[in-house]
């Protein structure tokens, strides 16, 4: 089931995500939370930290699992998801980077890596909370359109459109990474529950698709209509379809 709760801005949708991360945090210390990259979250780990530099939140036994790293970047590369956690969240609070997990993008050997990355998730006994952007074309984590939906952790050529749409954070379109580990549409689902943040015009056309058109692997993002317990945080811009 989805619910959707509809936000006046930015700012908004990030302070109503990190509320509910919070909460999950509070009623369950030892919570495992899937975390996500890109631009959307951004403001919710900024609230994250506000809330714990406040002393609201406690970290230490909370670990975490993160949905995806471009293959090819070194760790200390500054478009790394590896670097981008680190900036954007885990040096900001009491983690215990033990407890982190993001795939290892220097990996070459695909299988071994993909089979680390299931056994990291289904020994943590699964994820608590999920946290989810959505990409244009309706991908979560790095699940492209395809013609199925993929099970567990994999690596994944990503689009022309997802290699433009991240052009913008990298100095030339040629140093945008083409491949990425992910996890697979069947581990997201997995999650006990799950919180996706959407912002923007950009996004709007995409999640109307999410919501409303048949559930459809070309639209990757539509599976979360079989998924039990999704609250979906959506700014105006982005709700404007709907
Ligand atoms: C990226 C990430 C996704 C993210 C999406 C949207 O490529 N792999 O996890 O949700 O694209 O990014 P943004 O939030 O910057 O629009």
Request: proline share 4%; charged share 20%.
């Amino acid at each position: 089931m989805i619910r959707i709760i509809i936000t006046g801005n930015y700012s908004d949708m990030s302070r109503k995500a990190a509320n509910i991360i919070s909460a999950q945090i509070t009623l369950k210390p030892d919570s495992v939370l899937g975390l996500a990259t890109g631009s959307t979250p951004i403001g919710t780990y900024e609230r994250l930290i506000e809330q714990y530099k406040d002393g609201d939140l406690d970290f230490s036994a909370i670990h975490t699992v993160n949905l995806d790293e471009y293959q090819g970047l070194t760790r200390d590369n500054d478009q790394s998801y590896y670097h981008f956690m680190n900036e954007h969240l885990f040096r900001h609070v009491n983690i215990d980077l033990n407890n982190t997990n993001i795939p290892d993008g220097t990996q070459t050997d695909t299988e071994k890596e993909c089979e680390r990355y299931n056994n990291v998730i289904s020994n943590m006994g699964g994820i608590d909370m999920q946290l989810l952007g959505l990409g244009q074309n309706g991908h979560i984590g790095f699940n492209e359109p395809a013609d199925t939906f993929s099970g567990g952790t994999h690596l994944v050529a990503l689009t022309q459109s997802t290699i433009d749409a991240n052009a913008r954070f990298f100095k030339s379109i040629d140093e945008v990474p083409k491949f990425s580990y992910t996890m697979g549409i069947g581990q997201i689902m997995s999650a006990r529950k799950i919180l996706v943040v959407v912002n923007g015009k950009a996004k709007a056309e995409i999640l109307k698709k999410l919501m409303c058109e048949p559930v459809n692997p070309m639209v990757p993002a539509s599976i979360l209509q079989f998924h039990p317990d999704v609250v979906i945080i959506a700014d105006k811009e982005a709700a404007s379809c709907l």
